[in-house]
């Protein structure tokens, strides 16, 4: 039983790694892994928007978040494994499409998907760029004034109330939107070509999804600047 399960274990494995090494299989795995993370970005949306119902609220949060491990790690492991797969796809694609360009173009011409394509590699970029700075402010406190491991509201208010900060974040949630924003369209094109009417829906729910999460978010360091919500 057990000799017979494991070639066909084997040949499970070589089929995900075959599947990984085609076009199709590398936008899919951006599709799943980009699905996962804009699930988590709707959460912490939800969670960290406590800021403005007070002090206590939010740190109750952020405690209990803390005293599941098993949850608290469960998900940053899906997380990162979601981004390295997400940002290999996303490298290997495009040096694919670099191989596949004719080499002498007499005028280059660039289309809408290669248009689209650079927009996704340069807010990604931005998107990679804003969460590092964002762990090593509000995670890991490394580039906060008076960072403290059990006042997470403390944390956020003090630090949005400098305004390069606050500036530098709403830059940052920008690129997040444009991202997911252009995310739907590289969906479209994936799925559009066997489904026109599911693409279709895909890509107003991003446009929306990045809209509304936008928003959302940079509602925090604006209602901070403006005095709504104080230390
Ligand atoms: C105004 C905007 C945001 C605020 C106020 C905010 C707030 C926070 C805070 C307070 C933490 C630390 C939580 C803790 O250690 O207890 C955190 C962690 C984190 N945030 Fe944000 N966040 C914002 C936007 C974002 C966005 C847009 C993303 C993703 C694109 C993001 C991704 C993360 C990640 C991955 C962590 C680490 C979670 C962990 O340690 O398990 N955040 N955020």
Redesign the pocket.
Known sequence: MGARAAPARGARVEAHVRFWHTTVGKKAVMAVTGLLMVG??VV?LLG?LQ?FAGRERVNAY?LF??SEPVL?WG??IV?LVSLVLHVAAAVQLAALRREARPAAYAEKRPTVSTWASRAMLVTGAG?LA??VY??LH??WGVVHPAFSHED?YG??VVGFLSLPVAAA?AV??FF?GAHIYHGGGAMYRTVGVSNPRHAGGLQRAAAVAAVVLALG??S??IAVQLGWVRP
Do not use: D, I, Q, S
């Open positions: 988590y970005v912490h960290n800021v952020a978040l803390k608290l998900v940053r997380l998107t804003f969460v964002h762990l509000l995670t997470v944390n956020v974040y940052g949630l997040v978010y940079v925090m360091p």
